[in-house]
Nanobody
Framework: VQLVESGGGLVQAGGSLRLSCVAS????????MGWYRQAAEKERELVAY?????????YYTDSVKGRFTISRDSAMNTMYLQMNNLEPNDTAVYYC?????????WGQGTQVTVSS
């Protein structure tokens, strides 16, 4: 499975960005997908994830609830993260992760910078 993120950039506080993650390869083996982020000198943390099952269950870390929305387009093998009302603390490299039947896969990351 290969994952490619896009959509990062520089935005002012209160602004919005939409991240995309396109999966290719053995996508049939993917069980769930998620977004992680890693700020400078901090550990990588889970932001949100979505199940690939028909239920499409989602999870959000507390700091982004009500501001971020994770979604997927199964036909295009694409996952999105709509980020609204961005805050400077959201500044980080955002990574896409796919949990598959045998292993996990990571994208290369996309930088999100929120200025105050």
């Amino acid at each position: 499975v290969q994952l490619v993120e896009s959509g990062g950039g520089l935005v002012q506080a209160g602004g919005s960005l939409r991240l995309s993650c396109v999966a290719s390869g053995s996508t049939f083996s993917i069980l769930a997908m998620g977004w992680y982020r890693q700020a400078a000198e901090k550990e990588r943390e889970l932001v949100a994830y979505i199940s690939i099952s028909s239920s499409g269950g989602t999870y959000y870390t507390d700091s982004v609830k009500g501001r971020f929305t994770i979604s997927r387009d199964s036909a295009m093998n694409t996952m999105y993260l709509q980020m609204n009302n961005l805050e400077p603390n959201d500044t980080a490299v955002y990574y896409c992760k796919a949990r598959a039947t045998r292993m996990d896969y990571w994208g290369q990351g996309t930088q999100v910078t929120v200025s105050s």
